[in-house]
């Protein structure tokens, strides 16, 4: 399979902290791999310097060879990788549909003086997103809460939502953090299938999740990191019987995470 | 809501402007309303500006700035270059547009109180300036601007030189109408269409904005620039009515008047600062005769209408109509 992502010694300082540090791996196409590590291993920061939501300190990340690292976020968007939020970030005074909607945005052919005065094109690619956004919902199963303002949603919607608004930018490469926390066993079964049917659309998933029963069971690979570094990275079978990994996170605590 | 209720609402309003007002004016006899009007429909459009940059998550305390600068556009040129006022109208506008994208960049960036305090100081600054440039003739203003001229168009004189007109208050009075009904015409199709919908995104979440694609920097910019253009164009129209500028003709208190204009009619409401704009025009004239007490009473009701009505007037509405 094809490299999508490479990420290259990739090093972010914040002051005196290294919150990553020198980290490289690659992702290949339409895989699942999760990123795993403790409480400000320096996950979200790593998701946060490939979606070019922060500069790296040093290092770059290669999206099919193009450096996207250090640009833009609308940027790297553009191009194809898109990051959700650990929190959950959304429209809060749209309804779901309008979120799902307006998150089209680079899929318009239309500019913005275009849609202004309603050219044929803007009117087209209304038609165009609203058909988008409907299948997306569907996909989500969120089609009946399409007209409630977004604030108004129980969490586990909010999460979907995230995710919806992700998709409807049409991303090659999909960064969720965190995307099944807070979710009972149901949910978070139901969500670790809608995981994989985001392969099925074709896309790339890169997730930080602690939910370990979730990740060992979703990921094609794992990438492990610990204070900012790297300290393994293979298949769940591999992670789960390294020794460092063990060592180092897992410890005493792996009868908690169902090993 | 229904389209063809939507059409009658327009068409009523049009009606009022243009034929009902200049009725009653006549039969009354008040012609010093006129006046009155054209001050409130020019303030609207500037406030109306102020309500765009809201409408992306800034509080816009810097408009006064642009309304000075419009009216010296407008008076240097016509006084000093002898340009006709209708070709100085959108100069004063693309200049206002202009200088707010220089200065927008570097302070666009800044959110919340800090940019509201910045884009005060601009107004203080812009005044200052206007004090110190030779250019505007400093404390005694560029005055005795002559009225605008005819407008003919293949010999066809469709608007008439204010100067031979009897009253050309009346005239005023249809020129900022005009503008403040393409202004908000221009507003609503602005908000209604998918250009509202981004900059709500703005509003709501730069972060995930950005995510999804949005150039944040850019839109912002385009929003700062159309704010200010309005800015522009109602200050220019105000040096012509009053046919004179000073460094005083908009001051830090007129900032501060656009935004409680909008606050008043309702962020929400595109309508919004129109409504705004006229209560509060009114209603600290009204307050005219309890004297010294008109800045205690007009506050008090400020503070109150905002607390009962955070949303703006407009948001009484709201009940009938759903979303
Ligand atoms: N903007 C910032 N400024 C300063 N320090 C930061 C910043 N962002 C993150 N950090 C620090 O960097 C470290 C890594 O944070 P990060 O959020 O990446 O951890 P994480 O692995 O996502 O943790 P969690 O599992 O709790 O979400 C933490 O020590 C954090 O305090
Ligand atoms: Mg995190």
Redesign the pocket.
């Known amino acids: 399979m094809d490299t999508i992502l490479q990420v290259r010694e990739l090093t972010r300082r ?2 005196g ?1 290294t ?1 990553v540090n020198n980290v490289s791996f690659d992702v290949r196409e339409r895989e699942i791999l999760s990123v795993i ?1 403790p ?8 998701f946060k310097l490939i979606a070019s939501f922060l500069k790296p300190t040093s290092g770059e990340v290669l999206y099919r060879g193009e450096r996207i690292s250090g640009l833009a976020p609308h940027i790297a968007a553009r191009k194809g990788v898109v990051r959700t939020f ?1 929190e959950t970030t959304i429209f809060r005074n749209m309804t779901v549909r309008e979120n799902v909607i307006v998150a089209h945005h680079l899929r318009s052919r239309a500019s913005l003086l275009g849609f202004f005065v309603g050219t044929g094109t803007a009117r087209e690619d209304e038609r165009a997103f609203g058909a988008s956004a409907d299948e997306i919902l569907d996909f989500l199963n969120l089609t009946e809460l399409a007209n409630e303002k977004a604030r108004n949603l129980p969490h586990g919607h909010l999460r979907a939502l995230g995710i919806a608004i992700g998709l409807a930018t049409d991303p090659a490469v999909l960064l969720l953090d ?1 995307p099944f926390a807070g979710m009972n066993h149901d949910e978070t079964h139901k969500a670790v299938a809608m995981v994989r049917r985001l392969r099925e659309r074709g896309l790339t998933v890169l997730l ?1 999740e ?1 939910d370990m029963p979730a990740v060992m069971k979703i990921s094609d690979r794992i990438v492990v ?1 610990n204070f900012g570094q790297k300290i393994a990275e293979g298949t769940p079978v591999d992670i789960q019987n390294n020794d460092r990994v063990i060592e180092a996170y897992l410890g005493a605590e792996d009868e908690a995470i169902g090993l | 809501m229904n389209r063809t209720l939507r059409l009658l609402g327009v068409a009523a309003f049009l009606v009022a402007v243009f034929v009902v007002v200049p009725l009653l004016i006549s039969v009354t006899g008040r012609k010093d309303v006129y006046y009155t009007l054209t001050s409130v429909a020019l303030l609207s459009i500037a406030s109306a500006g102020v309500w765009l940059t809201f409408y992306i998550g800034r509080i816009n305390m810097g408009q006064g700035a642009f309304a000075l600068m419009g009216a010296y556009v407008t008076a240097v040129l016509v006084n000093h270059y002898g340009v006709a006022f209708w070709w100085t109208l959108p100069a004063a506008g693309l200049f206002c547009a202009v200088a707010s994208l220089l200065i927008g960049l570097p302070i666009l960036r800044l959110r919340g109180v800090y940019f509201a305090m910045v884009s005060l100081v601009l107004t203080e600054v812009t005044r200052l300036l206007a004090l110190a440039l030779p250019v505007t003739e400093g404390a005694k203003g560029i005055t005795n601007i002559p009225l605008p001229g005819a407008i003919s168009l293949f010999g066809l004189t469709i608007v008439p030189d204010f100067a031979t007109l009897e009253n050309p208050r009346i005239a005023f009075y249809y020129l900022a109408a005009t503008l403040m009904v393409l202004c908000f015409a221009g507003m609503y199709r602005l908000v209604h269409s998918r250009i509202g919908h981004i900059c709500m995104s703005l509003q709501q979440n730069e972060e995930l904005a950005s995510s999804i694609g949005v150039n944040i920097v850019h839109l912002r910019l385009i929003a700062f620039a159309i704010s200010s253009f309005l800015g522009g164009i109602s200050g220019a129209t105000f040096a012509a009515v009053t046919q004179s500028v000073y460094p005083s003709s908009f001051t830090v208190t007129d900032s501060v008047n656009f935004m409680l204009n909008c606050f008043l009619g309702g962020l929400g409401y595109v309508f919004g600062p129109m409504l705004g704009t006229l209560t509060l025009y009114f209603g600290w004239n009204l307050l005219f005769q309890t004297g010294e007490f008109q800045l205690l009473i007009y506050s008090s009701l400020m503070i109150i209408l905002m607390l009962v009505l955070p949303n703006g007037l407009l948001s009484l509405g709201e009940g009938r109509r759903k979303g």
Do not use: C, D
Not at chain 1, 39 to 46: P, R, Y
């Open positions: 914040f002051g902290l919150a590590g409480n400000g291993a320096g996950k979200s920061t790593l650990q965190e930080v602690h990191i």
